[in-house]
């Protein structure tokens, strides 16, 4: 099996990645849903403090590398050859799949704060950061767990800050390579 991670700060693009891997027939395994359902099944709202909190408090209970440790399993269930993984937050996750898939892959994407801030202001999801002070302040929560430095050891990188258009060629054609890559 090989795993492919995105990495990436808020707003970057790794949902859109995902969607054209889920296009592409890819299977996506999404970190933050583990998250999501930690917050649901404490009779919490799934907004941006709680998944911020609820995720701290699993990372400070079970170590940095929490949320891949619980995707795992869901990982492994699909039983496919090719597994998309969105949501890496830090250096410790890419270590665990790295020890633990034997073909792993890290891309990260990179985008301007003004253009994440704009596609916020767009999409308008429950659990996104609000305005600039909230998107600065998830920006160095998520740096905090070491996502920069999962940003730095990424394998591949994209950077997303043209068009949808532009984004979505660069990911299919990355995709592509990699599918038949090491």
Known sequence: ?????????????????SRIADEMGIPVVVMGDVVRQAVLDAGLVPDDHSMGEMSRQLRERHGRDAIARLTIAAIESLDKPLVIVDGIRSDAEVKLYRDHFERFVLVGI????PVRLARL????????????????????????WGLGEALKIADYTLINDSTIE???ADVRALLDTLKVGP
Do not use: H, N, W, Y
């Open 110 to 113: 990179t985008s301007a704060f």
């Open 166 to 168: 532009s984004f979505r």
């Open 1 to 17: 099996m090989k795993v492919i991670a995105i990495v990436g700060l808020p707003a970057g693009g790794k949902g859109e990645f």
């Open 121 to 144: 202001q767009v999409r308008r999801r429950p659990d996104d950061a609000v305005g600039e002070e909230g998107l600065r302040a998830r920006d160095a929560r998520e740096l905090g």
